[in-house]
């Protein structure tokens, strides 16, 4: 494989391509490999691509690049992007590295590593345009062409007033389509959504959703414009928000894909540990029963049926209620008015189950007990299953613990001990008659 590898070649592939895209490349490359390309030959690529590695990736293939190419490549980043790699370093290195840096961007960089990691002003761009109501179309073109500040590509001119606080802004749209001699007061759309620097991410995500927004300021405690979010910035945050929503909702506490065995297996042991001892104490529910498991072993049979209808419906309603928390739309709701409503779904699925699997165990068991016992249990256990899915994370989340790490382990437990000591319970009282 050593042999096929031609690092020339290579580079002359992926010089063509986007950042992203010879990221993608060198991740795919086997360490030997990576380090060759990055050690010797980094220069040849773009400074950008370092800001499109995988996080799970990038602290190693960063410590691959010689120190003084890698500060390279950080003085031609953007300072929300140079922001979000420098997060990775020791503080120690942090200083080292930002020492070498302009005073300018070193200033910017700093200040946003000020705020606290998953704050809006942490991610923030300070490249942005804010003008004053006063100004013409016109002047507002000429004034644009002849600054080399600002940035390159935007969305919206911010208007803001004698104090820098933002009033307004003019998408770049509109001004392209307007007489030089239009006011910016008469074309200005003064609805904005200022956001405060120590705004949590998640809730920066939230207002991009609800209003629509391509870009927006970001205010400080005195609501002065002191940088911008775009709408490529809250894609990152949405996809990184929604994979670990997906792996807490795994039991994972970190993306393992690209780790080792050893590291992927003792990152994954906490959880599954955990698992274990709910699993035992389901158990010992059922040791409860086991003179009756004994002489009827039909009632072992049907089980794992009651328990799994319990976790699934238990699932359906948490996974909901887990998203709809995350997208905050349960706020304004009625909570009363949501757990009678999932209440009242589990009672109907169950129902309609509980006669389906009543048959099923008659007809199987030729046992009119066991189809009395095991319909009953169905119909209980899912509805007390909903009832749970919507409680479970509705507190967690009022406690402040991330309900997508801890819903899921609860529910199951709950579901398997609630499903077997209800089924056990009718199915003793039923035979005792």
């Not at 699997?357 to 007809?363: L, P, Q, T």
Request: charge should be neutral; hydrophobic fraction near 45%; proline fraction near 3%.
């Amino acid at each position: 494989m050593k042999n096929t590898f031609n690092i020339n070649e290579f580079i002359s592939e992926i010089q063509k391509k986007h950042p992203a895209d010879q990221a993608n490349a060198i991740e795919n490359l086997n360490k030997e490999h990576q380090l060759i390309l990055l050690k010797k030959n980094a220069g040849k690529l773009s400074p950008d691509f370092i800001a499109y590695l995988r996080d799970e990736l990038r602290e190693e293939l960063l410590s691959f690049i010689p120190k003084s190419r890698l500060i390279n490549f950080i003085k031609a980043l953007d300072v929300d992007d140079a922001v979000e790699i420098l997060g990775d370093f020791e503080k120690k290195d942090i200083i080292s590295i930002l020492s070498k840096l302009g005073t300018e961007q070193r200033n910017r960089i700093e200040d946003n590593l000020s705020y606290p990691e998953d704050s809006a002003g942490r991610v923030m761009n300070k490249d942005f345009i804010s003008i004053s109501i006063e100004l013409t179309v016109g002047e507002l073109i000429d004034t644009l062409r002849k600054t080399r500040r600002g940035p390159k590509d935007f969305y919206n001119v911010f208007v803001c007033n004698e104090n820098g606080v933002p009033i307004g802004y003019v998408p770049s749209g509109r001004i392209l389509r307007s007489k030089r001699a239009k006011k910016l007061a008469d074309i200005y759309i003064k609805n904005i959504h200022k956001i405060e620097a120590n705004t949590p991410l998640e809730d920066v995500a939230f207002t991009f959703r609800k209003y629509g927004l391509v870009s927006t300021p970001v205010v400080d405690h005195k609501e002065k414009i002191i940088g911008i979010i775009a709408v490529d910035d809250v894609v990152d945050i949405l996809y990184q928000e929604d994979s670990d929503d997906i792996q807490k909702l795994g039991g994972l506490f970190v993306n393992d894909f690209y780790k080792g065995t050893i590291s992927s297996a003792s990152s994954r042991f906490v959880w599954l540990g955990l698992n274990l001892f709910t699993a035992i104490l389901a158990s010992l529910v059922i040791d409860i029963y086991a003179i009756q498991l004994q002489q009827m072993i039909a009632i072992a049979v049907l089980m794992p049926i009651v328990a799994s209808m319990g976790g699934n419906a238990g699932t359906q309603a948490m996974t909901i209620y887990v998203r709809a928390i995350a997208t905050k739309d349960l706020i304004g709701s009625k909570y009363f008015n949501l757990i009678v409503k999932e209440f009242l779904i589990g009672t109907i699925n169950g129902f309609l189950l509980s006669i389906v699997m009543g048959f099923i165990a008659y007809i199987w068991f030729d046992s009119i007990i066991l189809a009395i016992a095991v319909g009953i249990a169905i119909l209980i256990n899912l509805g007390f299953a909903c009832l749970f899915g919507i409680l479970i994370p509705i507190t967690m989340n009022k406690l402040k613990i991330d309900p997508a790490l801890a819903s899921g382990i609860i529910l199951t437990t709950f579901t398997d001990v609630f499903g077997f000591l209800s089924f056990l319970s009718i199915a003793t009282y039923i035979i005792n008659l």
